[in-house]
Structure formats: C-alpha cells, structure tokens
C-alpha cells in the first residue's frame, strides 16, 4: 500500500506542477474580473465584445474546473489510502489502484 500512497502522492505533485505552469491560479483572477465585468450595466452595450467575454469566461471557468476537479479526486483518493492504510485495511488496494489509474489516464489528456 506504500507504493500505492507514493504513486498518488507523484501524481498529485505532477498535477500541481502543471496547475502552476498553467497559471491555474492567474486564470481564476482573471475570470473573476471579467465577471466583474460583466455585472456593469453597460455590459451589453457593445454586443460582439459581451458575447466575446462571455465566452472567455466560460471557456476559462471550464478549464479550472477541470484541474481542480481532477486534484480533488487525486486528494480524496489520496485521504482514503492515507486512512486505510493508517487502519491496516488493505481490501480498497485494488479499487484505489484502478481509480489511480483512471486519474493518471484523465490526466494525460
């Protein structure tokens, strides 16, 4: 099960790395402006920019959601080996193994 926790603790690593090289952090700042934006009441004054920010807001919320979603699902998976192991409960070790694997393959896309 230490192999197990180790390999998840990489992934996570790897995933955070990736966030940080996305600028994960930044894209959230910058959606939220632009909803700052969009919240002005002249917003809508200028049509094809309203459509444009629009979809850059969700384009971006979208992109977010996705990484934090997957380092969620990496953290939980993380949380109930960490307890299982604590308990000495070895029988999740092929479900978590299974769920890691289908973390790294969401990862790799």
Do not use: H, P, Y
């Not at 939980?76 to 960490?82: A, G, R």
Request: aromatic share 4%; proline share 0%.
């Amino acid at each position: 099960m230490d192999n197990l926790l180790k390999q998840i603790m990489d992934l996570k690593e790897c995933l955070l790395k990736t966030m940080g090289l996305l600028n994960i952090e930044k894209k959230k700042l910058e959606a939220g402006s632009k909803k700052l934006e969009m919240n002005q009441l002249d917003f809508w004054a200028d049509r094809e920019q309203a459509i444009k920010i629009s979809k850059e807001v969700e384009d971006l919320d979208k992109e977010i959601n996705e990484w934090e979603e997957l380092e969620k699902e990496i953290t939980d998976l993380e949380d109930l080996v960490m307890v299982a192991q604590k308990e000495g409960d070895n029988t999740i070790e092929e479900d978590a193994s299974v769920k890691l694997n289908e973390l790294k393959e969401k990862f790799g896309k």
